[in-house]
């Protein structure tokens, strides 16, 4: 079975000491009325990959500062009738997982075939500036094993480097949470970088779905990004497909 590694962040305030707990009501261009909540690590974005992964796939999570990374249950307010959501707050092997969950200091990156990087506003925080983090993602990707991220989740992955020295996203077709969806969360003085715009100065070639908060997915190489919360499940089964292949 392969097995998985799910980064998870360990910040619990945005830039401008907001908790990064907040439940807006967002009208898309589609005429859709969003429910967000801007969590530390986005709960959707966690559960329903893990559920797409979990039956055919070992997964540990990881954090930098260790077990019980924050993922908080007021997420159940913006997603109460989203089935799996609800059953991975409430899972006790998902609890168990969370509690063990390794430092990033601590991770071996050859126990695992592929990492992964839940998003919410909290991975715009602290992961981009972790020095062990910026070391894992460097050794999953120069392996040539699967880095993967979705949502904010490819901020965590601004600093790594090829063998060559250049960023990953330099000429690579990528994704993100774009502009567009920051600004209608007004939440662009809460993180470290527009994640567009620094995928862009990277040299990233970013794509993104016509319409805001529509879900998007890239693959180029081992580099695999989701553009935003609705881009969760479909990340996860091309992780998976790709696993399932190898």
């Known amino acids: 079975m392969p097995s998985?590694?799910?980064?998870?962040?360990?910040?619990?305030?945005?830039?401008?000491?907001?908790?990064?707990?907040?439940?807006?009501s967002i009208r898309s261009t589609s005429g859709?009325?969003?429910r967000l909540l801007g969590l530390m690590s986005y709960l959707p974005e966690a559960?329903?990959?893990?559920?797409?992964?979990?039956?055919?796939?070992?997964?540990?999570?990881?954090?930098?500062?260790?077990?019980?990374?924050?993922?908080?249950?007021?997420?159940?307010?913006?997603?109460?009738?989203?089935?799996?959501?609800?059953?991975?707050?409430s899972d006790e092997t998902v609890k168990s997982k969370l509690a063990a969950a390794k430092k990033l200091s601590e991770v071996i990156s050859k126990d695992y075939d592929a990492i992964f990087y839940v998003g919410g506003h909290g991975?715009?925080?602290?992961?981009?500036?972790?020095?062990?983090?910026?070391?894992?993602?460097t050794e999953f990707y120069q392996a040539g094993k699967i880095t993967s991220a979705v949502c904010h989740g490819p901020a965590a992955l601004a600093n790594v480097r090829d063998a060559g020295g250049k960023s990953i996203f330099a000429g690579k077709a990528t994704t993100g949470f774009s502009n567009a969806e920051?600004?209608?969360?007004?939440?662009?003085?809460?993180?470290?970088?527009?994640?567009?715009?620094?995928?862009?100065?990277?040299?990233?070639?970013y794509e993104k779905a016509a319409e805001i908060w529509e879900p998007h997915?890239?693959?180029d190489g081992n580099l695999f990004t989701g553009q935003n919360?609705?881009?969760?499940?479909?990340?996860?089964?091309?992780?998976?497909k790709a696993l399932l292949k190898a």
């Open 32 to 34: 859709r009325i969003e």
């Open 182 to 205: 920051e600004i209608a969360m007004d939440k662009v003085k809460d993180v470290l970088f527009l994640l567009e715009d620094k995928i862009i100065s990277l040299g990233g070639k």
């Open 47 to 89: 559960a329903h990959p893990y559920y797409v992964l979990a039956p055919h796939a070992t997964i540990e999570f990881a954090s930098p500062k260790g077990p019980n990374p924050p993922l908080d249950p007021a997420s159940v307010k913006a997603y109460e009738s989203d089935d799996e959501s609800v059953k991975f707050l």
């Open 217 to 219: 997915v890239v693959v």
């Open 123 to 137: 991975p715009a925080i602290d992961l981009p500036i972790d020095a062990d983090n910026i070391k894992l993602a």
């Open 229 to 240: 919360p609705a881009s969760a499940r479909p990340i996860a089964q091309v992780v998976l």
């Open 4 to 24: 998985i590694l799910f980064v998870l962040t360990s910040a619990s305030t945005t830039l401008t000491g907001a908790p990064t707990v907040r439940i807006v």
